[in-house]
């Protein structure tokens, strides 16, 4: 019996991760769906603000998390720092410019950030991935180099994943999209890679993928359980 209140507080805690992960992007679905379905038209909450008003849930949420974490004196994951900036940063931008392109495209900065970190850090000899998680388990080296390339891959595709969604299910602006002097997307619909874009409106589509991107996000975490298990070493014995 002795075992099992460790075991049981383990799962406790990695059940509270996920949904600490989980309810900004909940909130940010049910925002956006009750706004775009249910009939709700005034000036400022209407089914085209719909994206501004769940982008403020979402973010007020990721906070919230943050902060609870805060008062229960849990450690914050860099990673979380990160995309809270990111998601704060682009999200607010998004919402006082009135722009939905910045919050279309906050998902790929996001990723691409985080992909950058991992690649840049092994390009000057030292391994973000270990840094972050040695104090949950220990691995060999060559282990921990596995987990960060799989993870800065995985960043990468669901960067490429979210321009594809956004791209193929917003509808196309007015003018051209140009973010830092380089244009992001053409006006109207155009073609690339011998798939058209910006021809749909169905943005809905894109908005309500956030769900399943935690979907495959948990996956993937998942499918490196078995690899991070096998190569587990034993923690060196405490001194006294």
Same mark, same amino acid.
């Given at each position: 019996?002795? $075992? &099992?209140?460790?075991?049981? $507080? /383990?799962? +406790?805690?990695?059940?509270?991760?996920?949904? !600490? $992960?989980?309810?900004?992007?909940?909130?940010?679905?049910?925002?956006?769906?009750?706004?775009? =379905?249910?009939?709700?038209?005034?000036?400022?909450?209407?089914? &085209?603000?719909?994206?501004?008003?769940?982008?403020?849930?979402?973010?007020?949420?990721?906070?919230?998390?943050?902060? %609870?974490?805060?008062?229960?004196?849990?450690?914050?994951?860099?990673?979380?720092?990160?995309?809270? /900036?990111?998601?704060? !940063?682009? !999200?607010?931008?998004?919402?006082?410019?009135? &722009?939905?392109?910045?919050?279309?495209?906050?998902?790929?900065?996001?990723? @691409?950030?985080?992909?950058?970190?991992?690649?840049?850090?092994?390009?000057?000899? %030292? #391994?973000?991935?270990?840094?972050?998680?040695?104090?949950?388990?220990?691995?060999? $080296?060559?282990?921990?180099? %596995?987990?960060?390339?799989?993870? !800065?891959?995985?960043?990468?595709?669901? +960067?490429?994943?979210?321009?594809? @969604?956004?791209?193929?299910?917003?509808?196309?602006?007015?003018?051209?999209?140009?973010?830092?002097?380089?244009?992001?997307?053409?006006?109207?619909?155009?073609?690339?890679?011998?798939?058209?874009?910006?021809?749909?409106?169905?943005?809905?589509?894109?908005?309500?993928?956030?769900?399943? #991107?935690?979907?495959?996000? =948990?996956? =993937?975490?998942?499918?490196?359980?078995?690899?991070?298990?096998?190569?587990?070493?034993?923690?060196?014995? +405490?001194?006294?």
């Amino acid at each position: 019996m002795t $075992d &099992e209140k460790p075991g049981l $507080d /383990t799962a +406790a805690d990695k059940a509270n991760q996920i949904w !600490g $992960d989980l309810v900004p992007v909940i909130g940010f679905v049910l925002i956006y769906n009750l706004l775009r =379905f249910v009939n709700i038209d005034t000036e400022w909450l209407n089914k &085209e603000t719909a994206l501004y008003w769940a982008t403020g849930v979402l973010i007020v949420l990721t906070v919230g998390v943050i902060v %609870q974490k805060l008062v229960k004196g849990l450690a914050i994951p860099p990673f979380l720092i990160i995309s809270s /900036t990111i998601v704060g !940063g682009f !999200g607010l931008m998004g919402i006082l410019l009135q &722009e939905k392109s910045f919050i279309y495209i906050k998902p790929t900065i996001q990723n @691409l950030f985080l992909a950058s970190i991992i690649f840049g850090s092994m390009a000057v000899g %030292q #391994n973000v991935w270990r840094v972050m998680f040695k104090q949950v388990f220990s691995l060999p $080296d060559h282990a921990w180099k %596995q987990l960060a390339i799989r993870w !800065g891959l995985f960043f990468v595709a669901m +960067a490429l994943w979210n321009e594809y @969604l956004w791209r193929t299910y917003a509808p196309g602006f007015e003018a051209p999209l140009r973010f830092a002097g380089l244009t992001i997307a053409p006006a109207g619909s155009y073609e690339f890679l011998g798939m058209t874009f910006g021809s749909k409106d169905a943005e809905d589509v894109w908005a309500n993928w956030k769900l399943g #991107n935690m979907v495959i996000t =948990f996956i =993937f975490g998942a499918a490196n359980v078995p690899y991070t298990l096998k190569h587990l070493e034993e923690e060196p014995a +405490a001194d006294g």
